[in-house]
């Protein structure tokens, strides 16, 4: 018995083999096109926001209502990519973006944004979104 | 078709495909962090000019933080395609030997 699967065992690992290249391979998820146009917008939004904090500054009140509607869109998206499969690391950077409203939304409650304060949030955030992108762009393997 | 040849086509072709992928996570994540090494800088200067709070530094720390993080995620993610890169390589060279063996385009 021992001697007949021993004497298989080249042939299945070939069968493998050939199964196992019928179709590629998928490790991580499939491309977004939603995701790209998404996180392009929203990255422009806040480039914006900030550009315009730091060069007319805004006391908190008045600007409050960009953080609620901007989070309530990183949600969505984060929501989108924990939905699809295989995409756990998109879903992670969004809720890392999504936490960092909230963190600038303190920096903003807790006095004026200087120029500098803002143009280094904007990096920031720039680099996130960047790191966002070049993942989902990546996953169209081309 | 002899296992040999497979093993060394596998090879490679999973080693081309990983060293050149890899070449593309390295390329995105040194400049990157490098600007955030900046940015790390400039958070404190900002502090020392009093030109941010401690509550401010605080929590531009923690954007930071996240920044570093997602930047490093796209790095993971950017590996991890290589290493599936590899393996669709390693299975394309695989069925290249095998249809050449029969003959014809049995994959």
Known sequence: MRATIKGRAPRLALLALLCASACAVRLIAEYDEHAVQEASRLQKEMDLFLTRLGSQGGAFPARAAFYDTYETDVRALRLRAEARPKNQITAEQLGKIEKSVGDLREVHRAGPVSDGAARVNRDLFNAMWKAVLTLELAKKRE | ?107
């Open chain 2, 1 to 107: 078709m002899d296992v040999a040849t497979l093993f060394q086509d596998l090879l490679g072709a999973a080693k081309a495909s990983f060293a050149k992928d890899w070449k593309k996570a390295k390329d995105y994540a040194e400049p990157e962090l490098r600007r955030l090494a900046a940015s790390l800088v400039d958070i404190g200067e900002l502090a020392l000019a009093g030109k941010v709070n401690e509550q401010q530094a605080k929590a531009m720390l923690r954007i930071h933080r996240s920044a570093v993080e997602t930047v490093l995620l796209t790095v993971k993610g950017l590996g991890i395609l290589a290493v599936e890169n590899a393996i669709n390589a390693a299975l394309g060279a695989v069925k290249k030997a095998v249809n050449k063996a029969v003959g014809f385009a049995l994959l």
